[in-house]
């Protein structure tokens, strides 16, 4: 099946400092690839859609300014968090699509814990 | 993307057949059924999808009834390790993004 990595699964920086978040589609290639958040006991919550080659397209409500997306080939995608702060501190899940079938099953990563001191 | 309607929570005896809900009322004709789970602290887990035909695969079946208003995944032998959150998306194909909803916390107990 389609496997999909990310890279770190746990980082903790200090507030300030930016942290990048490498999404990777390992067997098949991701034209589209989406970025998530999820706080605890909470469900995912979409933040942007990625596309290679082109600009990110951004949920109402996220700043594109402090999350950016680079999708810079079919299998990998990245998200840097700039300037984090305690309250970016949550569970940021990306997922791709294979590009080969019609059909919109996503297939996502394991996730990376992000914690802000 | 349809909005979807899952109970909250369910438990399930190991060994028995789990059978979750999910409620599409406004699903539009091109849009098919997805159905995802997230064990505690992991990355969800693509299960199955369908259009209006009924599905089954190694992991579970899909019933969809004839109105495709409303659709029931079942796990025929449900084990401990099935416990987690489950949700059911409805979306076109080709159409990008999915919407989460809260979906349903399964516990299977022994």
């Known amino acids: 099946g389609a496997v999909v990595s990310q890279h770190p699964s746990r980082v903790i920086c200090k507030s300030g400092t930016s942290v990048k978040i490498e999404c990777r589609s390992l067997d098949f290639q991701a034209t589209t690839m989406f970025w998530y958040r999820q706080f605890p006991k909470q469900s995912l919550m979409l933040m942007a859609t990625s596309n290679e080659g082109s600009k990110a397209t951004y949920e109402q409500g996220v700043e594109k300014d402090k999350f950016l997306i680079n999708h810079a080939s079919l299998t990998l995608s990245t998200l840097t968090v700039t300037s984090a702060h305690p309250e970016d501190s949550s569970f940021y899940i990306c997922?791709?699509?294979?590009?080969?079938?019609?059909?919109?099953?996503?297939?996502f990563g394991p996730g990376t814990r992000l914690t802000v001191l | 993307d349809a909005k979807t309607t899952q109970p909250p929570s369910m438990d399930c005896a190991e060994g028995r057949a789990a059978n979750l809900p999910c409620n599409h009322s406004?699903?539009?004709?091109?849009?098919?059924v997805y159905w995802y789970r997230q064990i505690h602290s992991q990355g969800p887990q693509y299960i199955i999808h369908g259009l209006k035909n009924n599905e089954t695969n190694e992991m579970a079946s899909l019933i969809i009834t004839e109105d495709r208003k409303s659709s029931t995944l079942i796990l025929p032998h449900a084990t401990l390790r099935d416990t987690a959150v489950y949700y059911c998306i409805v979306s076109p194909t080709n159409a990008g993004k999915s919407t989460f909803g809260d979906g349903t916390t399964l516990t299977v107990k022994p």
């Open positions: 997922s791709a699509r294979d590009h080969r079938t019609s059909y919109n099953e996503q297939f």
């Open positions: 406004t699903i539009s004709g091109n849009e098919y």
